[in-house]
């Protein structure tokens, strides 16, 4: 099996890619704190007052790429990977684990429209038509359902209390 690759440089883009160094630490920080992952509390993990004083602590090999906008020169996004050793099934093995992914929000591509989106623009009978169509497949119970809400959820195996001899 051909293993080569095959990859252009991207020089035409507008985002220069590479490793983060200790010059990049104030804009890892600052891109870290201005990015907290939403929610209904919204968490913020931040790495003060030196981003890569963690890695150093946390031991494995760790590497962190910086995306810069060639325009700006400001930080677009960055992400970190760790390789730590691991037991997979009784046997050490090197692991890789992606964390601290954030993209600045002005270089975010634009959300796609979900259902509820399209929802809420449709005209009102549109709205009304689909509420009922909802509603009647819950009333009339599991046997007119679509095929595949018919199958049961996994279900976790009983607890057992084991009493030691």
Not at 86 to 91: A, E, P
Not at 125 to 134: E, G, K, L, P, Q
């Amino acid at each position: 099996m051909d293993t080569t690759v095959i990859a252009r440089p991207l020089t035409d883009s507008r985002y220069a890619i590479g490793l983060a160094t200790a010059a990049d630490d104030a804009d890892l920080r600052r891109l870290l704190r201005e990015t907290p992952m939403p929610g209904p509390i919204e968490v913020s993990l931040e790495r003060e007052s030196d981003f890569f004083a963690a890695a150093r602590q946390e031991g494995g090999r760790h590497h962190t790429v910086a995306i810069r906008d060639r325009l700006t020169g400001r930080l677009a996004a960055m992400g970190s990977r760790s390789v730590y050793e691991m037991f997979v099934d009784g046997q050490p093995q090197r692991v890789g684990y992606l964390s601290q992914l954030r993209i600045a929000p002005e270089h975010r591509p634009p959300r796609p429209a979900t259902v509820a989106d399209r929802l809420r623009s449709a005209p009102a009978d549109a709205r009304r038509r689909r509420s009922f169509i909802r509603h009647h497949h819950h009333r009339r119970g599991q046997r007119n359902r679509p095929p595949h809400s018919r199958s049961r959820p996994a279900r976790l195996p009983r607890y057992q209390n084991w009493k030691s001899s």
